[in-house]
């Protein structure tokens, strides 16, 4: 059998060898729309020296990388968190090897590794989405709820060949565009059209298209918050644009000023930038403000006299934790100011990440574009396009998010009280690690109004400002370094958001269990007293 396998082998080879001498191409190398590497080309190649494998050069090293991947920054998971993870793997291994029986982390906005439970309406009609031969047996009745097995019998409905395996059109699943899109015009009070929405991993992935679709080379610039969430600052610099920084103001609960927009636009201008878009992220991140609506009125101005595409980072949505204040969609702002789809041109972005709801590993997500032409979103649906299409189980919770339990509906009082609950435990997580951040010398913390995040200011003494110089790192980072090793809490260095310069702050969730929070307020405080005592000027 090997004898016949060989031959058989040698007379294929001899007849490509055959075809390829006497047969013409169809096209000419000149001819090709590819261009192609010749075996002259390769053998002119320095990397087809002779050189032996012993010495030759890695093929990839970081001076042979897009320059870009390395200009790009992450810090909610960057040293500090990685630190914090090589501290646990030694806890793991040895339980008292440090001062601290765990890590807290305190860095990135994600509730259900904290102990937050996720909707139980949401995983049921999850569960019988992803194994729908259970809806059919008699004892399902018994564990789910008659609205989840009928949503999850709609939704089914609607997915090819009733499978979550199965791709779905690149813009989402049209019936669940139907449902967020009435999910929006219930929240608005203005209609959305299901094509304009495009369901997504997360919202992460359609920031990233529309930096791709809007930045053309380094002479783009887009318009963000400082301190902003570094996926901003992140997607810009891969897509090979400029963040053009527009400053919050601290004094004024991080206000959006116009005359900031204004004036760092104008700056722009004058170095040859052209600014294509604008993005306010609303309630803030990492700030924790909500925009009153007048100031949004303001905003929506700015965008249609200056020409500019507003980017409305939307996922905090639901996190609003004061009564004097409200979340309004920039949609909704723009819409109730007589600008329709000719005036402004609006990218709305949500996720099931945040909210109540947490679902961060789930990727749900999707962007409302309004404002463009045809051409351009045939342009858009074209990228969505080359990533096929979202995964089907982000796409089912990002409808859910949008089309809830209703009053009347079995599971309509269980779904309030574990939406309330977790909203309600949030607001007072925030109030006390608010007022325990004020507790603490030369630390000024504004309230927290919504999102999941504090960010206090804190004046170091010139001696820990040197000390952090002599260690190479930004002060607050080398505080934030101590930190972690002295207690176990993770916070993240403001200097990873951007923040005015000579100021330094740190980034904390407020996600931590509720039964955690004196353990974090006790730890932080103590090291902060004996961190200060140390470096007194």
Not at 274 to 283: E, G, H, S, Y
Not at 416 to 426: K, Y
Not at 447 to 476: H, Q, S, V, W
Request: net charge negative.
């Amino acid at each position: 059998m090997r004898r016949f396998v060989i031959g058989r082998v040698r007379n294929l080879l001899e007849t490509s060898r055959q075809n390829h001498q006497f047969k013409r191409p169809l096209l000419s190398s000149s001819q090709s729309p590819y261009r192609f590497l010749s075996s002259t080309t390769l053998a002119d190649s320095p990397s087809s020296s002779s050189s032996s494998p012993s010495t030759m050069a890695p093929p990839v090293t970081v001076d042979t990388i897009n320059p870009k991947v390395l200009e790009c920054e992450y810090a909610v998971r960057g040293e500090i968190v990685t630190l914090a993870q090589n501290l646990q793997q030694e806890i793991q291994k040895k339980p008292d090897a440090h001062p601290f029986e765990e890590i807290l982390y305190c860095n990135i906005g994600n509730p259900q590794s904290l102990g937050q439970q996720p909707i139980t309406f949401f995983r049921e009609v999850l569960a019988l989405c992803d194994h729908p031969s259970i809806l059919d047996k008699s004892e399902t009745q018994g564990l789910f709820s008659a609205d989840s097995i009928e949503r999850a019998w709609q939704i089914l409905d609607q997915i090819p060949g009733r499978a979550t395996g199965a791709y779905s059109h690149s813009q989402g699943i049209k019936g669940l565009r139907d449902a967020i899109a009435a999910g929006i015009e219930a929240r608005d009070g203005f209609p959305a059209d299901p094509n304009d929405i495009f369901l997504t991993d997360g919202a992460s992935p359609a920031v990233h298209m529309m930096m791709q679709l809007l930045i053309r080379s380094e002479k783009d610039g887009i318009l963000c918050p400082i301190p902003q969430y570094p996926l901003y600052s992140a997607s810009i610099a891969l897509h090979g644009g400029t963040l053009v920084p527009y400053y919050l103001d601290e004094a004024t609960g991080w206000g959006l000023e116009v005359s900031e927009l204004k004036k760092q636009l104008e700056t722009a201008k004058s170095k040859g930038i052209t600014v294509r878009a604008l993005v306010v992220i609303n309630p803030g991140n990492p700030t924790g403000q909500v925009l009153a609506e007048e100031n949004q009125r303001g905003i929506v101005e700015f965008c249609k006299q200056e020409g500019l595409v507003l980017l409305a980072d939307e996922v905090y949505q639901e996190n609003v934790y004061v009564p004097e204040k409200k979340f309004h969609s920039f949609k909704k702002v723009s819409r109730s100011m007589g600008y329709g789809e000719k005036d402004i041109s609006l990218v709305s972005f949500q996720s099931v990440s945040k909210g109540y709801y947490g679902e961060c590993g789930k990727r749900g997500g999707y962007m409302e574009v309004t404002g463009f032409g045809a051409d351009v979103r045939e342009q858009i649906y074209k990228v969505a396009s080359v990533n096929l299409c979202s995964n089907i189980s982000g796409q089912i919770l990002a409808s859910l998010v949008m089309s809830p339990p209703k009053v009347g509906d079995e599971s309509y009082e269980s779904y309030s009280a574990e939406r309330d609950g977790i909203l309600s435990s949030l607001a007072r997580r925030a109030k006390t690690l608010e007022d325990a951040f004020n507790k603490l010398e030369g630390v000024t913390c504004n309230k927290a109004e919504g999102a999941m995040y504090l960010f206090p200011r804190i004046c170091l003494p010139e001696k820990a400002i040197k000390a952090a110089e002599a260690a190479k790192t930004a002060p607050d980072a080398f505080y934030c370094r101590r930190l972690l090793t002295a207690t176990g809490i993770v916070f993240v260095p403001g200097s990873g958001f951007g923040q005015v310069p000579g100021t330094w702050h740190f980034r904390c969730t407020i996600l931590p269990q509720e039964d955690k929070i004196p353990a974090i307020v006790t730890r932080l405080t103590e090291f902060h007293q004996s961190f200060m005592d140390e470096y007194r000027d």
